[in-house]
């Protein structure tokens, strides 16, 4: 694949100041032409304004250029060639570093050294015609270019490879904010999406029931309202955690904490409020993990019973499991299912969200029916050294 350059912008201060220095040196070096030296550095550095911009047009410009005036005779005296392979030199170099592929400046660079070696083959058998040379004369110059042309290769191809570290190390770090921007998104939407998803479920549960029980039994419809509330203070202040969670480094020093996981009874607290009967069994410890461990914990004990208000039919029964081990958490939900089957969960981020929580800890995940009916969700998380790594 072809190495390729970042097209180069106007004419920049260097641009002129290259040009001024080639009409200077024309006129002070073709002094008994001065104002033939003037006129073709004029041309010249007029060409050159434009040599990062068209290498290519501006090589084959100053090649014709430099050929035409390789012949020109002022009063029996021909014009030094020392200005015409300076010019050709600048021309050669922008070609190099700056032509739009390696190939390009390849074949750039051995097109204006064969015009060089002419411009010398030239100067050297004054008199000859231009269309009289032999190929042997032009070989001949053309070794003597190769011990000036070399180093200007050398030199040129190098500030062009430079120069392409340069591209590529920003457009990696470009690359690589945007995949952070990209990660962080997803992690909100994630945290977002379980947050949200289980506080509405639990709001459009007793709401229905609130309707239902208005005109029947006022104090259960009361109650239904009471959770209402309750449940939207609550998911309020769980998202100002995670705006205080996100604005951390997930998993530093400082945020190792056990407080987190007690929050699981709060989770299944809620989910009973909604009218699911959960039993919840803790076995072990709560250990010292990151803030991030420990809030995945909650969320897949969270989105699973959200999980089973949805689909698990009528009157459904679930158990929660959390074990604490020396080496890990494991986290264990399983539903009566009595709605017929695996949640629909094609349309959403459940079990997605859940594995990507799971898979972002190093951890394990399955999630699939049982065989006695119901739904079994599985997670374990490690807890020695635990740290994020990259999903």
Request: positive net charge; contains cysteine.
């Amino acid at each position: 694949m072809p190495v390729r350059v970042r097209p180069r912008g106007g004419i920049s201060p260097a641009d002129l100041l290259v040009s001024v220095f080639v009409t200077v040196l024309a006129t002070w070096w073709w002094h008994q032409f001065r104002a033939g030296g003037l006129a073709f550095g004029l041309i010249a550095g007029g060409i050159l304004l434009w040599r990062r911009r068209y290498p290519l047009s501006v090589l084959a410009a100053l090649s014709a250029l430099t050929t035409a005036t390789a012949t020109i005779v002022v009063d029996g005296t021909w014009l030094h060639e020392g200005m015409l392979l300076i010019t050709l030199a600048l021309a050669m170099w922008a070609v190099i570093v700056h032509a739009a592929t390696l190939r390009r400046a390849v074949a750039g660079g051995v097109a204006a050294s064969l015009v060089a070696a002419l411009v010398q083959t030239v100067q050297g058998r004054r008199g000859v015609g231009l269309f009289e040379l032999t190929v042997r004369d032009i070989a001949t110059s053309f070794e003597v270019v190769i011990g000036y042309g070399g180093v200007i290769w050398a030199v040129a191809l190098s500030v062009r490879y430079f120069g392409q570290l340069r591209v590529n190390a920003s457009e990696r770090r470009q690359h690589l904010t945007r995949i952070a921007v990209a990660e962080e998104r997803a992690r909100i939407a994630r945290e977002l999406h379980d947050i949200v998803a289980h506080s509405l479920s639990v709001i459009v549960l007793q709401a229905n029931g609130a309707t239902y029980a208005f005109d029947r039994d006022r104090d259960r419809a009361r109650e239904a309202l009471r959770i209402i509330g309750a449940t939207g203070a609550d998911a309020l202040d769980e998202i100002r955690q995670l705006v205080e969670l996100l604005r951390s480094d997930d998993g530093g020093p400082d945020d190792r904490t056990p407080a987190a996981l007690d929050q699981i009874e709060a989770v299944v607290q809620r989910a009973r409020d909604a009218g699911l009967s959960v039993a919840l069994a803790v076995h072990g410890t709560p250990p010292e993990v990151a803030g991030g461990v420990a809030l995945a914990v909650c969320r897949i004990v969270q989105e699973s019973l959200t999980n089973t208000l949805r689909h698990a039919g009528p009157r459904p029964v679930a158990t929660v499991t959390v074990s604490y081990r020396p080496g890990g958490i494991e986290i264990e939900v399983t539903d009566s299912g009595g709605g017929g089957g695996a949640p629909s969960f094609t349309g959403g981020h459940g079990l997605v969200g859940m594995r990507e929580r799971v898979a972002l800890y190093g951890g394990t995940f399955e999630a699939g029916p049982r065989p006695d009916g119901g739904w079994r969700v599985h997670a374990a998380l490690p807890v020695t050294g635990a740290r994020a790594v990259t999903a």
